[in-house]
């Protein structure tokens, strides 16, 4: 039963971690270059203009759900376990957000390093 | 990629896994948590590892979204991946977790398939484009 619930939250915490890094990565494509910025404005001027990005937050928000889910996990698995599970599955969850939400080129060799990442899963799940 | 760029990446690298390092030994420490009592995990928040794990995870975090500002979310992530083995090595040695063989064969692959995809432009997309081929064109040099 503890390795269904540790799965359930392996799942939760993919689902709204690869929500919120879509989110976040849209929000920061938007707003551009902090260096640049920052130099231009100052930091002040730059970290108040990611913190008033509704998408930021909105990704903030999914990452907040997706760390409870984490620490929950924590509490039942080892992060040996947890850590890389979440990480690369993430990782998979992302490679499509980015292609289908960010316009981003996945091409040939992103898609091939996703399936050695979901094979090291596997492996550690396994073990 | 300048050097402040590289700098930017090494910190996501160095802060997220030890942040998740911190709220493992937090958690241990509180003990597994009931289904029924899911409200002890706001309490778990009380323990000083987990503000330690918070407060790094939020230096990550913002290491992070600045290097989102000028890279990909898909050149960010295996680029950072070495965080991984990072965690692992800290489960490993500080908090005595084993690590079998099998489990050191899958981070194997995880960062292979990271170091597969992280030797491309840093920016594509539509707004990336231009950045892109500028990158490509450093790379070139």
Redesign the interface.
């Known amino acids: 039963m503890r390795l269904l ?1 540790t799965w359930i939250c392996i799942l939760i915490t993919v689902g709204a971690a690869a929500a919120g ?2 989110f ?2 849209l929000a ?2 938007r ?5 640049e ?1 920052s130099h231009m404005k100052g930091v002040g001027a730059a970290i108040l203009r ?1 913190l008033s990005s509704g998408t ?1 937050l909105s990704g903030i928000a999914f ?1 907040a759900i997706a ?2 889910s ?3 996990g ?3 698995a ?3 376990l947890m ?2 599970a979440t ?2 599955l993430t ?1 998979l969850a ?2 499509l ?2 292609k289908f939400f ?6 040939r ?2 898609w ?6 979901c ?6 799940a ?2 | 990629m300048t050097l ?2 590289y700098l930017v990446i090494l910190s996501v690298v160095i802060f997220s ?1 030890a942040g ?2 911190f ?2 030994r937090g ?1 241990k420490q ?4 009931d ?1 029924h009592h ?1 409200l002890h ?1 706001i309490a ?1 928040v009380a323990n000083p590892w ?1 503000i330690l794990g918070i407060a790094s ?1 939020m230096a990550g ?1 913002a290491s ?3 290097a ?3 890279a ?3 050149y ?3 680029a950072t ?1 070495f ?2 083995v990072n ?2 090595l800290i ?2 040695f500080w ?1 005595g ?1 084993h ?2 063989l ?2 050191w ?6 960062v ?6 992280a ?2 432009p840093s920016r ?5 484009v231009a950045v ?1 081929a500028s990158s490509a064109q450093e790379e070139g040099e």
């Not at chain 1, 960010?102 to 091409?107: C, I, K, N, S």
């Not at chain 1, 091939?112 to 990442?117: G, K, N, P, R, Y």
């Open positions: 619930y890094d879509v976040i990565a920061m494509r707003i551009g270059d902090l260096g910025l990611v930021f990452m760390f409870f984490n620490l929950m924590l509490s039942w080892d992060l040996s850590g890389p990480a690369s990782f992302n490679a957000g980015a960010l316009g981003e080129d996945v091409d060799r992103r091939l390093a996703t399936i050695f990442v094979a090291g899963v596997i492996l550690i396994r073990s | 402040r760029k896994p998740d390092a709220l493992a958690m509180v003990g597994a948590i289904v899911l995990l778990a987990i995870l975090m992070y979204a600045t989102l500002s000028f990909d979310l898909t960010v992530l295996p991946a965080g991984y965690m692992v489960a490993h908090l977790e690590i079998s099998v489990r064969a899958g981070i194997v692959l995880i292979m398939g990271v170091g597969v995809v030797r491309g594509t997309g539509e707004t990336g892109a």
